[in-house]
């Protein structure tokens, strides 16, 4: 019996913090169908990417003497982690300092004072969910990306032998197969930061002109420096 | 039930008054020294950069003796204002992102209501403010506004729901900044009986006007007015 009102009494209460979280998903919800929009940005950045690798320059390639299998190589390389450089540039570009913009804009109406005021915590209402919806966002980039990756290999392995799947395909899926959750907690992170460098300026005294120029100069180096280190990582 | 002791509002301009429970106070500030926002700002959070001290009647020590809000940690300060106190500003202060009846059941959703009960409190006071059968001037019904965003609503609308949002929340005082500004004769009197329905539904509670000009002398003409200004305490029936 006693046990029974414990079960039911938790229920209850983890049924009351679902319902307080809610009002956080709604929050985060209404940023997140904005940043949808970043998403979709990704997708065709990644299909014209796709496109003018496979029309323009995997033509080119023979033309320096490369053999189909360093030419698939490069090719995937390119797809796949350039992919993850451009998510990024998507996620600053885009989702990060619309961001800023509108937490700027929310400063400057007092949404903050309002917020506080009614006796809610402006941080949890207004910031976190643009961070998580930064993580998001740069996460489904990654994602498409990745898909990107696995739909050009099948393209490029018919382009060289005529086949649709091939040793090309089964390497890049085993490779994504190991990494894939380090490597998807690894984008979320890095969009999670992104949100926070874009959100925290802005709850300072600093202005909108103020915080973005700073915050794109450092993000362009940060994504130079990760594909550096990243075909570095393919070299050796 | 709130007192401003030796209150900074700008430099030069102090306050030393009492706002009493059941009257409507107005607070007459010189619109080029003083922001509206200051004591909203003071109240939200930034009280240990400000000058001078504020008391809230309901806020006391263990053994009952009132204490300074600046005293008061963050957390503590956002529950007093969650039971007591009710912010306008100038627009409303509803969340862009939210429509407006999201922003109405946001507060009552995020102190742990749960939703149906949330909505049913939000439309119960509602109906008892007058609010639900409300439309704007073009003829749009209040259940099709409050489906609407705060930024496709004109001012008048902004603020008026602003008002109604914070009126939900049965505050026993209400501190409203500029709340006739910008507005037309027959808005600035739709907000005046707005006030004028919520002092009926609450007599206990007590009304604070923050404006900058003489709008507000002219819309409560009717209304018996405690006015306050900046180093001074003056009242007139």
């Known amino acids: 019996m006693t046990d ?66 360093e030419l698939a190589r490069i090719f995937l390389f390119a797809v796949q982690h350039l992919g993850d450089v451009l998510a990024g540039v998507l996620v600053v570009g885009q989702a990060g300092l619309a961001s800023t913009w509108e937490l700027w804009r929310a400063r400057e109406r007092h949404r903050f004072t309002s917020v506080a005021a009614a006796g809610m915590d402006p941080l949890e209402l ?58 998807y907690a690894l984008n979320a992170a890095v969009g999670a930061a992104v949100g926070v460098v874009c959100c925290a300026p802005v709850l300072g005294r ?7 120029a700073p915050i794109g100069r450092v993000f362009r180096q940060a994504l130079v420096l990760i594909f550096a280190a990243k075909l570095l990582f393919f070299v050796i | 039930m709130l007192r401003f002791e030796h209150f900074e509002l700008a430099p030069g301009a102090r306050l030393e008054a009492r706002i009493e ?55 503590r300060l956002r529950g007093f204002f969650a039971k007591f106190v009710g912010f306008v500003l100038r627009d409303g202060g509803l969340l862009d992102e939210l429509t407006v009846r999201e922003n109405l059941v946001l507060s009552r959703r995020y102190h742990d209501v749960w ?17 639900l059968t ?17 930024a496709e609503l004109n001012l008048f609308a902004r603020r008026y729901w602003g008002f109604v949002a914070t009126l939900l929340r049965r505050p ?7 709340p006739f500004e910008g507005l037309r004769a027959a808005d600035q009197a739709a907000i005046a009986a707005l ?10 509670c007590a009304l604070l006007l923050v404006v900058s000009g003489a709008e507000a002398r002219s819309v409560l003409a009717t209304e018996e007015v405690v006015e306050l200004r900046a180093g001074e305490e003056e009242f007139s029936a």
Not at chain 1, 10 to 38: H, K, P
Not at chain 1, 147 to 173: H, M
């Open chain 2, 21 to 75: 429970r059941g009257k409507l106070h107005v607070l007459r500030l010189d619109p080029e020294h003083v922001n509206e926002e200051f004591l909203a700002r003071y109240l939200a959070g930034g009280a240990r950069r400000a000058q001078g001290e504020l008391w809230l009647e309901e806020v006391k020590d263990a053994v009952g003796k009132p204490v300074a809000l600046r005293a008061l940690g963050e957390e």
């Open chain 2, 115 to 131: 939703p149906r009960r949330a909505k049913a409190e939000a439309e119960e006071m509602a109906a008892l403010l007058g609010e």
């Open chain 1, 126 to 183: 207004l910031v976190l969910p643009r961070v998580w919806g930064l993580a998001l966002v740069y996460l489904i980039g990654g994602m498409l990306f990745k898909v990107t990756a696995v739909v050009a290999a099948v393209w490029v392995n018919y382009a060289i032998d005529g086949r649709f799947l091939g040793p090309e395909i089964g390497g890049i899926l085993e490779e994504g197969g190991r990494g894939i959750l380090a490597g």
């Open chain 2, 172 to 178: 026993q005082l209400v501190i409203a900044f500029a």
């Open chain 2, 195 to 204: 006030m004028r329905r919520y002092r009926k539904l609450e007599p206990a």
């Open chain 1, 206 to 212: 600093m202005s909108a002109a103020e915080t973005v």
């Open chain 1, 4 to 69: 029974s009102l414990v079960l039911a009494a938790s229920m209850v209460s983890r049924a009351a913090a679902l319902r307080r979280r809610a009002v956080r998903d709604a929050l985060a919800a209404a940023f997140v169908s904005g940043l949808g929009r970043t998403a979709v940005s990704a997708v065709w950045v990644a299909a014209i990417l796709g496109v003018t690798l496979l029309q323009f320059v995997l033509p080119l390639l023979p033309w320096f003497g490369a053999r189909p299998e």
């Open chain 2, 134 to 150: 409300r439309g704007d001037e073009a003829g749009v019904a209040a259940p099709e506004l409050l489906e609407r965003c705060p």
